[in-house]
């Protein structure tokens, strides 16, 4: 998952993190980052030939982001849950597209959509020595 540089720049780094935690998912890796062109183009490598591709390189690197890595049963379906619709007019009230987003180009998250993906971007963003699995006594209460 990814906080953007609208999330930074509108000082909600901490409201956005803090849905994941009350939810239950367990963070095992968080760093913020700018992110240069050439990491920009691999992240977004499968929407090269779209035309909205420029304008994600170019939002994802105008500032720095806040790239994480959360665990948890279902992650990827809980985490888009809570991040919402990626268009800002089919985002419900309560998700964090919902509550802090107005334009898709500026989308403030991104949260990967599958298992492969999530793993592909990973490696993109944090070596081995930057993640951290630890015993998380809370599971037995979620």
Not at 26 to 47: C, F, N, S, T
């Amino acid at each position: 998952m990814m906080l953007k540089p609208g999330v930074l720049n509108r000082r909600h780094v901490g409201e956005v993190i803090s849905r994941f935690e009350k939810k239950g998912l367990k963070l095992l890796g968080l760093k913020m980052m700018r992110i240069d062109m050439e990491l920009a183009k691999k992240h977004y490598d499968v929407h090269a030939d779209k035309p909205f591709f420029a304008d994600l390189v170019d939002f994802i690197t105008s500032a720095p982001v806040v790239a994480m890595v959360w665990a948890g049963d279902d992650c990827i379906k809980i985490a888009r849950k809570i991040i919402g619709a990626t268009s800002p007019v089919d985002a419900a009230p309560g998700t964090i597209r919902g509550d802090f987003c107005m334009h898709t180009n500026k989308n403030i998250v991104h949260a990967s959509d599958s298992d492969e993906n999530a793993e592909r971007e990973i490696k993109l963003f944090f070596d081995d020595e930057e993640l951290f699995d630890w015993d998380d006594p809370l599971t037995q209460w979620i």
